[in-house]
Nanobody, 123 residues
């Protein structure tokens, strides 16, 4: 499985951005998907996850209420809608495919990772 994350860029504080993660194989529609991020000099952080059907989501505390994760299994694509972006959201964002139908917030629960897309939020 190959995951391709896209949609990153440079935005200003308060702006919105939508990231996409496309999977190369239909297999991903049976698996939970997640988004993680890693800022320079910091550890990888859980952002959000979604189960295979798209009706169960989980978010990290720092993004809860601002970010929304969704998926379109027909397109093998997962989205991360990011609103009210702040400079502290600046990071490389990675999508990952879970090992099961719902994978939660532990990075160990994910088996395939995309290459990452950079989001930079200026103040």
């Amino acid at each position: 499985v190959q995951l391709q994350a896209s949609g990153g860029g440079l935005v200003q504080a308060g702006d919105s951005l939508r990231l996409s993660c496309s999977a190369s194989r239909r297999t991903s529609s049976n698996n939970g998907m997640g988004w993680f991020r890693q800022a320079t000099g910091k550890e990888r952080e859980f952002v959000g996850s979604i189960n295979w059907r798209g009706d169960r989501t989980l978010y990290g505390d720092s993004v809860k209420g601002r970010f929304t994760i969704s998926r379109d299994n027909a397109k093998n694509t997962v989205y991360l809608e990011m609103n009210r972006l702040q400079p502290e959201d600046t990071a490389v964002y990675y999508c990952a495919q879970g090992r099961s139908a719902y994978s939660g917030m532990s990075a160990d629960a994910y088996s395939y990772w995309g290459q990452g897309t950079l989001v930079t939020v200026s103040s």
